[in-house]
T-cell receptor
Framework: DQQVKQNSPSLSVQEGRISILNCDYT??????FLWYKKYPAEGPTFLIS?????DKNEDGRFTVFLNKSAKHLSLHIVPSQPGDSAVYFC??????????FGTGTRLTIIP | DTEVTQTPKHLVMGMTNKKSLKCEQH?????MYWYKQKAKKPPELMFV???????INESVPSRFSPECPNSSLLNLHLHALQPEDSALYLC??????????????FGPGTRLTVL
């Protein structure tokens, strides 16, 4: 039972444009959401997070939006840069140690 | 120091071997984790240590044996593994687990191949 889903396995975006990565979840108990970025042969790197009491969190080029009623979150990257090419995982938990990861979206930025 | 280190980077072992994976962090984090990641799949939680005590074991087979000698170190002892155990093994750490905003910091992983 995949509680956190990323339905797009891959996404290609032109450099300078906006990248939008989507994530859906089924467990309404989740109250904290995170995005991680992963390069090949490296561990995931934490990017940005959002608590369920908010609907938006911004950090530089990265913004995460949360729609609790739709059980949906998205990560916006603007402007997209070649170094953003990586696999992006969304993850969720409900205030304990266990992170549940989505299946990942491979983002490719086209120069 | 905001880094989680893991050794070795790569490991090839036979099914009868005994080996250990090591993980270290010096961020003062009191929670440490082992994850397993297969190709094109998300990381899967294996174990969680909180204050050096095992708090979560996600029904992992006993051929994987975790150990947390102190708050900075986490080991994963491997014995009699199967070829299907070949994967990237990731270690992570975080602040005390009672916090909601529990960002986990990951190491680079150990790529394990079981022959």
């Amino acid at each position: 039972d995949q509680q956190v889903k990323q339905n797009s396995p891959s996404l290609s975006v032109q450099e300078g444009r906006i990248s939008i990565l989507n994530c859906d979840y089924t467990n309404s108990m989740f109250d904290y959401f995170l995005w991680y970025k992963k390069y090949p042969a490296e561990g995931p790197t934490f990017l940005i997070s959002i608590s369920s009491i908010k609907d938006k969190n911004e950090d530089g080029r990265f913004t995460v939006f949360l729609n609790k009623s739709a059980k949906h979150l998205s990560l916006h990257i603007v402007p997209s840069q070649p170094g953003d090419s990586a696999v992006y995982f969304c993850a969720a938990n409900f205030g304990n140690e266990k992170l549940t990861f989505g299946t990942g979206t491979r983002l490719t930025i086209i120069p | 120091d905001t880094e989680v280190t893991q050794t070795p980077k790569h490991l090839v072992m036979g099914m009868t071997n005994k080996k250990s994976l090591k993980c270290e962090q010096h961020m003062g984090h009191r929670a440490m984790y082992w994850y397993k990641q297969k190709a094109k799949k998300p990381p899967e939680l294996m174990f969680v240590y909180s204050y050096e005590k095992l708090s979560i074991n996600e029904s992992v087979p006993s051929r994987f044996s975790p150990e947390c000698p102190n708050s900075s170190l986490l080991n994963l002892h491997l014995h009699a593994l199967q070829p299907e155990d070949s994967a990237l093994y990731l270690c992570a750490s975080s602040q005390v687990t009672s916090l909601v905003n529990n960002e986990q910091f990951f190491g680079p992983g150990t790529r394990l191949t079981v022959l």
